[in-house]
């Protein structure tokens, strides 16, 4: 059945993709936003010394790391009516992507910060500085650095992962597909485009990635990844 | 009323271990042939010639580009338009195993490509073929990076192993879907579910953990 691959249909579907993919973009890019302010919160817990604080970090770090998005976005779906809070469907779907990537991110940024040589802080602390200023004059201008490719592969992770939002029936890439699929019965049409649309994201994002490195110095152009 | 539900849930437990099982069945084989497929892979992208790299590398790219759900949605319902009849469980197995594949080669090509050179050009010198060369000096010392990432990418592989619920495998997280239709408590029924997962998981991320910490303690680097 593929000889009949038709081009015309999906040319036909070519708006619905098209707001699929505009979609796609503004979730991925709002439920990063959120991750990052989950993650940065979760990491400053996760390195102070007291107990107190850093065992609720971890222990839901861990408990993120391990279950599947899939279940959590369940979770969160099902389970949030139950407390009597009613959300649209893409409220959900971007606080489930938020709250999974958060998690990511929170490591991310704390190897980042402990990959800072001890000599660094210790040259602050001899130069008589706070904390604070310790953190944000010598820390983390260094640690943003090194963070930045990282930080860029976890948003090609979460773009992928913003498919599972079609299963709470969120309009989005890959919902488009899976209505041109059951609209007209031809799934070939359906996702092979919608794949094509996320590969458009993933190159995008790993060409970005790429030129970050570079652009940071932490390698030389046109060197293997 | 919790009490009652979680009671209710409880009778069901023989369909939940079903799903357990479905679950571990379905990961442990897509992990055993993903993990020897993506070793060969891995193998012949970092020696084989230019073509044959080229050609990994870019499925590598296309399968690495796509969400998996999308990849489940094209083999289930384009495959038996070519002809191959298949149910939802082989279905998963074909892109898990796949997805195993191209996420294990680019750990293996990573492992391989840290092996310092002189280690390779000392066996090309004694002689050693190219089937002697990686079993006896490149894959034992590239096990030592290969392993830590190794065991990660197991753990996000049984977490992908939910997605093929979608298509109606009654797997673990089927089976919480299934449950919260009768038991109107999302939350009870997915903290089980999420149990389930975490049981399986925590154990070989901890595993992860231990040999990262050991790996770079036998390089000589200071873990703070």
């Known amino acids: 059945m593929l000889e009949n691959f038709s081009f015309r249909t999906i040319v036909e579907y070519l708006p619905l993709f098209g707001q699929g993919l505009v979609a796609t973009v503004w979730l991925s890019l709002v439920s990063f936003v959120g991750a990052l302010a989950v993650g940065i919160v979760l990491c400053a817990m996760n390195l102070q010394r007291g107990r107190l604080l850093q065992a609720p970090a971890k222990i839901y770090i861990d408990a993120i790391r391990a279950t599947p998005l899939l279940v959590q976005l369940y979770f969160l779906y099902f389970g949030l009516p139950r407390l009597g809070i009613i959300l649209p469907e893409f409220v959900v779907g971007i606080l489930a992507l938020a709250l999974n990537s958060g998690a990511y991110l929170a490591e991310i940024i704390r190897a980042g910060i402990l990959s800072i040589s001890r000599g660094q802080v210790e040259a602050g602390v001899a130069s008589g500085m706070t904390y604070v200023q310790r953190m944000r004059l010598v820390i983390l201008p260094q640690a943003f650095r090194v963070t930045i490719p990282p930080l860029l592969g976890q948003a090609i992770v979460l773009v992928k992962d913003s498919a599972l939002l079609s299963l709470i029936s969120v309009a989005e890439l890959t919902r488009a597909g899976q209505l041109l699929a059951s609209d007209r019965f031809m799934p070939a049409e359906g996702f092979i485009t919608t794949a094509a649309c996320y590969l458009v994201l993933y190159y995008g994002l790993k060409g970005l990635a790429g030129l970050s490195e570079w652009w940071l110095g932490l390698r030389p152009m046109g060197s293997r990844a | ?224």
């Open chain 2, 1 to 224: 009323m919790i009490w009652e539900q979680l009671q209710d849930l409880i009778r069901s437990y023989p369909l939940a271990l079903r799903g357990l099982g479905m679950t571990v069945m379905l990961s442990l084989i897509s992990l055993v042939l993903g993990t020897l497929l993506g070793f060969g892979l891995g193998v012949l992208r970092a020696t084989g010639n230019r073509f044959i790299s080229a050609a990994i590398g870019t499925w590598v790219d296309l399968i690495r580009g796509t969400p998996f759900l999308v990849q489940i949605f094209l083999i289930f319902f384009i495959l038996p338009e070519l002809g191959v009849e298949l149910d939802a469980f082989t279905a998963g197995i074909i892109g898990l195993t796949n997805l195993a594949a191209c996420f294990i080669c680019e750990i293996v090509v990573a492992g391989i490509r840290a092996v310092p050179k002189g280690q390779i050009e000392a066996a090309l010198a004694s002689g050693l073929s190219l089937w002697q060369r990686m079993r006896q000096v490149v894959l034992p010392q590239a096990m030592r990076v290969v392993l830590p990432p190794l065991v990660g990418q197991y753990v996000l592989l049984i977490k992908d192993s939910s997605v093929v619920s979608a298509i109606g495998l009654t797997d673990l997280t089927r089976v919480g879907w299934l449950a919260v239709q009768r038991v109107p408590n999302g939350l009870l029924v997915f903290a089980i579910v999420g149990v389930g997962y975490f049981l399986v998981c925590y154990p070989l991320i901890l595993l992860a953990r231990r040999l990262e910490r050991r790996m770079s303690a036998a390089h000589g680097e200071v873990k703070l």
